[in-house]
Every structure is written in structure tokens, then in C-alpha cells.
T-cell receptor, first 114, second 111 residues
Framework: DVKVTQSSRYLVKRTGEKVFLECVQDMDHENMFWYRQDPGLGLRLIYFSYDVKMKEKGDIPEGYSVSREKKERFSLILESASTNQTSMYLC?????????????FGNGTRLTVT | LAKTTQPISMDSYEGQEVNITCSHNNIATNDYITWYQQFPSQGPRFIIQGYKTKVTNEVASLFIPADRKSSTLSLPRVSLSDTAVYYCLVALNSGNTPLVFGKGTRLSVIA
């Protein structure tokens, strides 16, 4: 089974702090994604990466950056955390070379910015 | 990218069949339709996927009409444990594609 592991389940940070959310997958997947989930808004795509050192903006990239130095790891960075970034963050990966490959999600990091 | 529209919420009693429809009017020729299920405090998980007609697995069935502008997820004889949010995703399912979800349907199963 594919495993997508997010380093923290819960995180509390202060406004203005630099925050790193880490995600690791163990299936050599090329594609990795970061979403945030808020009540009533569903899953919104922040950034995705289709290979090492590659990144593309999703629908809501403002206030975020990402890093993909190794294939298995995709980091989401909040350069200066703000209270409106309090949310559930979900990482996912997918094998782009296999037809119809579904997304595999981690269990999320609930970030609170105070 | 194909935009999807689903009902925000649905209620059902245990033992009933539940059908959740997703509209995707601008689906592209090479797009696939995939459904995910999300329980509280967990990430979404894959349920079923299809391109056209009908697909069935041990969890659900997926009905896709000939024009592919909508799809219906069918859950037979739901139980309390089927209470979850269900997402429909329409996207080219290979290559380097941003995968954009809609807002999902919150299904509540009542005893």
C-alpha cells in the first residue's frame, strides 16, 4: 500500500513565523500535491510538483511556497504565517506514468496560526 | 479543467441506496471521472473511477451517460459508517495535470 506521511498531525504557530509542512511518500511517485481544506470550500489546490525541482501553482498559491529537492519529499512553506492560513493541509501523491492512477492522500496537518 | 458541481449535502437512512450526482458539462475527451471518500480527520481515499458507461467494484457503482456531462456514484444499502464527504474529480488522469476538486457532498446516514 502507498503511504503518504505528513510530519505533524497538529501544529500551532504564531503570526509571522516561518512554517514548514513536510510530506513524504514511499512509492516513487512523480506527482505530488498540496491542498488546503476549509469548511464549505472543499479541497483547494495550493501547489503541485510533477517531478524533482519542478513546481506549478495551483488555485491559491499566494502566501505559500514549496520545495521538492528529492522525489519522495514535498514541503509546503508559509514564509510568514497569518491567521487566515489556519486550516487543514493535505498532501497527496500520484504515479503519473500509470494510466488512471488515483491520488493517495496523507491524513492531514491541522495548522492553527494565532 | 473540467469544473464539477455536486449537491452540498444529502441525508439517508441506513439500508437505503444512495445516489450522488456530479455535473461536469465541460469534460474533455481524455478526462476520467474519479470519486473519493473522506472521513473526518482523514485524507480522502479513492473509491471508484470510470470513463464511460458503468463501473462496479466492491464498494460502489459509477454510472456515466453517453454524453459524459454528468456521473452518478451509487452506494448500495448504506450504513452509518458511510457517513463521509464524497468528492467527484474530473481530470486527465495521466501526465502532469493539476487535479482540482469541487466542494464535495456531505452524506449523513441516519439510523
Amino acid at each position: 500500500d502507498v503511504k503518504v506521511t505528513q510530519s505533524s498531525r497538529y501544529l500551532v504557530k504564531r503570526t509571522g513565523e516561518k512554517v514548514f509542512l513536510e510530506c513524504v511518500q514511499d512509492m516513487d511517485h512523480e506527482n505530488m500535491f498540496w491542498y488546503r481544506q476549509d469548511p464549505g470550500l472543499g479541497l483547494r489546490l495550493i501547489y503541485f510538483s510533477y517531478d524533482v525541482k519542478m513546481k506549478e501553482k495551483g488555485d491559491i498559491p499566494e502566501g505559500y511556497s514549496v520545495s521538492r529537492e528529492k522525489k519522495e519529499r514535498f514541503s509546503l512553506i508559509l514564509e510568514s504565517a497569518s491567521t487566515n492560513q489556519t486550516s487543514m493541509y493535505l498532501c497527496a501523491s500520484r504515479d503519473h506514468g500509470t494510466a488512471n492512477s488515483p491520488l493517495h492522500f496523507g491524513n492531514g496537518t491541522r495548522l492553527t496560526v494565532t | 479543467l473540467a469544473k464539477t458541481t455536486q449537491p452540498i449535502s444529502m441525508d439517508s437512512y441506513e439500508g437505503q441506496e444512495v445516489n450522488i450526482t456530479c455535473s461536469h458539462n465541460n469534460i474533455a475527451t481524455n478526462d476520467y471521472i474519479t470519486w473519493y471518500q473522506q472521513f473526518p480527520s482523514q485524507g480522502p481515499r479513492f473509491i471508484i473511477q470510470g470513463y464511460k458507461t458503468k463501473v462496479t467494484n466492491e464498494v460502489a457503482s459509477l454510472f456515466i451517460p453517453a454524453d459524459r456531462k454528468s456521473s452518478t456514484l451509487s452506494l448500495p444499502r448504506v450504513s452509518l459508517s458511510d457517513t463521509a464527504v464524497y468528492y467527484c474529480l474530473v481530470a486527465l488522469n495521466s501526465g502532469n495535470t493539476p487535479l482540482v476538486f469541487g466542494k464535495g457532498t456531505r452524506l449523513s446516514v441516519i439510523a
